[in-house]
């Protein structure tokens, strides 16, 4: 799922033929920017009932539920509604063969039967701020990394003395390419319990050719409650704590909608591509994206091979297989959209209207003159490193035992430099739980062959000068068979075998480390990527970000008065 913008947005439709006004809107600016305008179509209640920092809102009862999705509390105690497969992971975390809760569904019918999740937060808006002007300010006269370190301890001095005296979280988020900054202040509620959730059969109706497409029939939806200490606080997990009194709840109504009603959209919304230039968006349709496709497709059709012969296999891999299925769905659908909106063609017809208006004056020649120069370089350099990217962030990366193996990172770097027996033994205690946690949640004959396919599709897809050395040899010493390799690595490795690990952390071993080829054949990747990829894709990037946060500048200023 993309990665949320950490703070509350909404969007205004109304009509029959409805269009979301520019998408996405600050809170903070609706009494301005916006209030006039819903009224007109249609809006009864004020700015003031949507946000307001001294009295409650409709803010205080949206939460940003977990960190990936937005959930809305619906009673006095606490009672959250959000989606079904925002609800999935915990779902799944608590069905077994047994008690399948994702075939059949969940329902708690006294608060005593609700199911605690744990790790599952939800975050309650305080407050927001522009401190665009501050940033600004301790970023003056410098450029490149140093311009880039000074925002950054701006940004930390800032959030620290946001919640200062407080038992508040807060996060500073840059806006429109990095032209505005806005600091969030939130309050965390750590202790959230699953109250229900419909059979998959409505949840989850339709599946991968449901989603993303509308009209959409799934009965996409699962319930939570939320739990706060005596104080009504934010608390870790107690027995003793008690639902949470919101300070706002959604009313619920059952007379319907009519045509023509005003409808608004409050939530926290995933991060937005809408201002890539026409470079980008090229890249996207015809390398990235389906190259995406294509990696997603290996691990969704070896993972279901699997599921399908098994409950349990099938319930360890639902929330991933779902989390993988959700954007490889996403990726062919957009891809499409692009294409047939033409929007390539329309970026390029604002890019040349943008020179046109540069052009036309000799100080916004001096301004803005290089801004899509820079731009079109660092594109270009980022769609050498597209297909190398992508097969790192979606086959190397999330492969299934590798994530187990970033874990022993730092306990491999301690026993490489024999540190002392008490920090061996602190980071032991610190992985065993997330060792616990991985075989709880994989199969290792999964995870054998989902091991084989991606190393096979890695080793025919990208060019030889990415292969690690570790890659090379395991594809020669094995016929050319990197399946077979797997498949003899699982069967060996300490690594893959929760018995044999367990044993490894009791009295763990540098030696150990060293004669695994699974790991060393992830530090040759890690070698490859930091030798070959990042030297061009970082500087690369850094100099996107440059270029676009000019472009953006000049384009939101030719385009005055327009409100973004």
Request: hydrophobic fraction near 40%; charge should be positive; glycine fraction near 4%.
């Given at each position: 799922m993309?990665?949320?913008?950490?703070?509350?947005?909404?969007?205004?439709?109304?009509?029959?033929?409805?269009?979301?006004?520019?998408?996405?809107?600050?809170?903070?600016?609706?009494?301005?920017?916006n209030e006039a305008d819903m009224k007109s179509k249609g809006m009864k209640i004020t700015a003031d009932d949507i946000y307001n920092v001294n009295n409650s809102s409709l803010k205080d009862a949206v939460v940003n539920f977990g960190g990936f999705c937005t959930g809305e509390i619906i009673s006095k105690e606490g009672l959250i509604l959000t989606n079904h497969h925002c609800g999935y992971d915990a779902i799944a975390e608590h069905s077994t063969v047994e008690h399948d809760y994702l075939t059949n569904g969940f329902w708690a019918y006294d608060k005593s039967q609700e199911i605690p999740c744990e790790g599952l937060y939800v975050k309650f808006m305080v407050r927001m701020e522009d401190v665009t002007t501050k940033i600004n300010a301790a970023a003056e006269g410098l450029?490149?990394?140093?311009?880039?370190?000074?925002?950054?301890?701006?940004?930390?001095?800032?959030?620290?003395?946001?919640?200062?005296?407080?038992?508040?979280?807060?996060?500073?988020?840059?806006?429109?390419e990095g032209n505005e900054y806005y600091l969030f202040v939130y309050e965390v509620f750590n202790d959230v319990r699953l109250v229900g959730a419909p059979p998959s059969a409505i949840g989850k109706f339709g599946g991968d050719t449901?989603?993303?497409?509308?009209?959409?029939?799934?009965?996409?939806?699962?319930?939570?409650?939320?739990?706060?200490?005596?104080?009504?606080?934010?608390?870790?997990?107690?027995?003793?704590?008690?639902?949470?009194?919101?300070?706002?709840?959604?009313?619920?109504?059952?007379?319907g909608i009519r045509e023509n009603d005003f409808a608004m959209i409050l939530g926290y919304?995933?991060?937005t591509d809408r201002f890539l230039a026409s470079y980008g968006v090229k890249t996207a349709t015809d390398i990235e994206q389906p190259e995406r496709v294509k990696v997603r497709q290996v691990r969704l059709e070896t993972m279901k091979a699997d599921m399908d012969k098994s409950d349990e296999?099938?319930?360890?891999?639902?929330?991933?297989?779902?989390?993988?299925?959700?954007?490889?769905?996403?990726?062919?659908?957009?891809?499409?959209?692009?294409?047939?909106?033409?929007?390539?063609?329309?970026?390029?017809?604002?890019?040349?209207?943008?020179?046109?208006?540069?052009?036309?004056?000799?100080?916004?020649?001096?301004?803005?003159?290089?801004?899509?120069?820079?731009?079109?370089?660092?594109?270009?350099?980022?769609?050498?490193?597209?297909?190398?990217?992508?097969?790192?962030?979606?086959?190397?990366?999330?492969?299934?035992?590798?994530?187990?193996?970033?874990?022993?990172?730092?306990l491999w770097k301690?026993?490489?430099?024999?540190?002392?027996?008490?920090?061996?033994?602190?980071?032991?205690?610190?992985?065993?739980?997330?060792?616990?946690?991985?075989?709880?949640?994989?199969?290792?004959?999964?995870?054998?062959?989902?091991?084989?396919e991606l190393l096979t599709l890695y080793y025919d897809n990208m060019p030889k000068e990415y292969h690690p050395k570790e890659l090379t040899d395991a594809h020669k010493s094995n016929k050319g068979d990197l399946r077979l390799f797997a498949k003899k690595y699982y069967d060996k490795s300490?690594?893959?075998?929760?018995?044999?690990?367990?044993?490894?952390?009791?009295?763990?071993?540098?030696?150990?480390?060293?004669?695994?080829?699974?790991?060393?054949m992830l530090i040759g990747f890690f070698t490859v990527y930091q030798e070959k990829i990042a030297p061009v894709a970082e500087p690369a990037e850094a100099k996107l970000k440059q270029g676009m946060k000019l472009y953006i500048d000049g384009l939101r200023k030719m385009n005055a008065p327009k409100a973004y």
């Open positions: 993309k990665k949320l913008l950490s703070c509350l947005l909404f969007l205004v439709l109304a009509g029959p033929n409805a269009f979301a006004d520019e998408g996405m809107w600050l809170l903070m600016y609706l009494k301005k920017l450029t490149d990394m140093a311009r880039e370190g000074a925002i950054k301890t701006k940004m930390n001095e800032l959030k620290k003395s946001a919640i200062e005296g407080t038992r508040y979280e807060a996060e500073v988020k840059p806006f429109f449901d989603n993303w497409m509308w009209p959409r029939h799934t009965g996409d939806f699962s319930m939570f409650r939320v739990y706060a200490n005596a104080e009504n606080q934010g608390a870790p997990y107690s027995k003793d704590n008690v639902p949470y009194k919101p300070k706002h709840s959604l009313p619920l109504s059952i007379k919304p995933g991060s296999i099938r319930i360890k891999y639902a929330s991933e297989y779902a989390q993988i299925s959700n954007y490889w769905k996403y990726f062919i659908g957009q891809s499409r959209g692009l294409k047939r909106l033409k929007v390539y063609e329309r970026k390029q017809e604002e890019e040349k209207k943008f020179t046109e208006w540069v052009n036309a004056d000799q100080k916004r020649k001096e301004t803005y003159g290089n801004a899509l120069g820079t731009v079109a370089e660092a594109s270009a350099d980022l769609e050498k490193m597209a297909i190398p990217t992508v097969y790192f962030s979606e086959a190397i990366f999330p492969m299934e035992n590798h994530t187990l193996y970033f874990n022993f990172f730092a301690t026993l490489e430099v024999k540190a002392d027996k008490a920090t061996v033994e602190a980071l032991v205690a610190a992985i065993t739980p997330k060792v616990d946690e991985y075989f709880k949640n994989h199969n290792k004959e999964t995870d054998m062959k989902l091991y084989g300490v690594l893959v075998d929760p018995v044999k690990l367990k044993a490894f952390l009791a009295k763990p071993d540098y030696k150990t480390f060293q004669k695994d080829a699974g790991f060393n």
